[in-house]
């Protein structure tokens, strides 16, 4: 990981979803990189947990508690970030539910409601209340989170990619729309993160990340320098993209495992993976 240089320096955030995971990788580069944070999560714990150990690490940063599928918890994490640090400059919609795996024909109303009001509906409650403060700021940058589903499915998980195809389509509209007004928005997509690692047994995790092109399972610190560069300025023509962070799975055909030109075919070269 490359040292904090001060990209942000001077910038305000809201990261949604901060308290652990994803969240809070982007929340504590983001305050290492000199922006002022607002960690908004429906654990109040685990959100003022977050904030006090960036703070620890000399960043600067506030915990909200706020269920993001709320109009009025939007509305008191957007009050709470203008009243306390000024303005909006970046918003990293990112809170998730990944957790509600369920069959389609076992799914009903209220899994397909929670899902998509916590996954699609927080981010647009969240766009419509901070895009008003960029607009009349003339700038800001909003960076939504998808998911690899939105393009290749999981099992058991209907609803939660319907969640992230929905995100990156409001993504590439609101790209679009909100141009003019000096607004860039864009997504990460992330590919397998170990957040939660009991979801899966020890086998099958190892098992899985040797299926990865780059060799290894993902971390949530993964995200956070390819969050850092969609809020800065080195990202200035940057709009409308959905950023995969996946060490190259969305791309591979196959899993090496069963692909006709196996890795056992590679060249040993000292240093490569196979080194
Ligand atoms: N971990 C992965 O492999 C992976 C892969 C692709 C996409 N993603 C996406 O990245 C994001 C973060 O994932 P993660 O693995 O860090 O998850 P995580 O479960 O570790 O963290 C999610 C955070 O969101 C908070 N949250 C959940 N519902 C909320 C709500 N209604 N209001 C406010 N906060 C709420 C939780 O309390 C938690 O702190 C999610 O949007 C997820 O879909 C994760």
């Known amino acids: 990981m490359r040292a904090p240089n001060d990209e942000l320096k001077g910038k305000v955030a809201i990261v949604t979803g901060a308290a652990q995971g994803i969240g809070y990788a982007i929340a504590h580069r983001y305050a290492a990189?000199?922006?002022?944070?607002?960690?908004?999560?429906?654990?109040?714990?685990?959100?003022?947990?977050?904030?006090?150990?960036?703070?620890?690490?000399?960043?600067?940063?506030?915990?909200?508690?706020?269920?993001?599928?709320?109009?009025?918890?939007?509305?008191?994490?957007?009050?709470?970030?203008?009243?306390?640090?000024?303005?909006?400059?970046?918003?990293?919609?990112?809170?998730?539910?990944?957790?509600?795996?369920?069959?389609?024909?076992d799914g009903d109303e209220q899994w397909w409601d929670n899902m998509i009001r916590t996954n699609l509906t927080g981010h647009y409650l969240f766009i419509r209340r901070v895009a008003n403060i960029m607009v009349?700021?003339?700038?800001?940058?909003?960076?939504?989170?998808?998911?690899?589903?939105?393009?290749?499915?999981?099992?058991g998980a209907v609803a939660y990619d319907a969640s992230k195809g929905a995100i990156e389509a409001m993504t590439r509209s609101l790209a679009i729309e909100l141009a003019p007004y000096g607004i860039r928005v864009n997504a990460l997509v992330p590919g397998l993160i170990a957040t939660h690692p009991a979801h899966l047994a020890p086998a099958a995790r190892k098992l899985r990340d040797e299926t990865v092109p780059l060799g290894r399972g993902g971390r949530a610190d993964d995200l956070a320098g390819p969050a850092v560069f969609l809020a800065s300025e080195d990202a200035e023509y940057v709009t409308g993209i959905c950023l995969v962070v996946d060490g190259g799975v969305l791309v591979q055909q196959r899993p090496p495992q069963v692909e006709v030109f196996g890795l056992d075919k590679y060249p040993r070269i000292p240093g490569s993976l196979f080194a």
């Open 136 to 155: 009349a700021a003339r700038g800001g940058t909003i960076i939504n989170m998808s998911s690899g589903g939105a393009n290749r499915s999981h099992r």
């Open 33 to 105: 990189e000199g922006a002022s944070v607002v960690i908004a999560d429906i654990n109040a714990h685990g959100a003022a947990e977050a904030a006090a150990k960036i703070a620890e690490d000399g960043g600067r940063a506030l915990a909200v508690p706020a269920d993001v599928g709320l109009p009025a918890d939007v509305d008191r994490v957007v009050d709470t970030a203008v009243d306390t640090f000024g303005t909006v400059d970046i918003l990293v919609n990112n809170a998730g539910d990944v957790s509600t795996l369920r069959h389609f024909l």
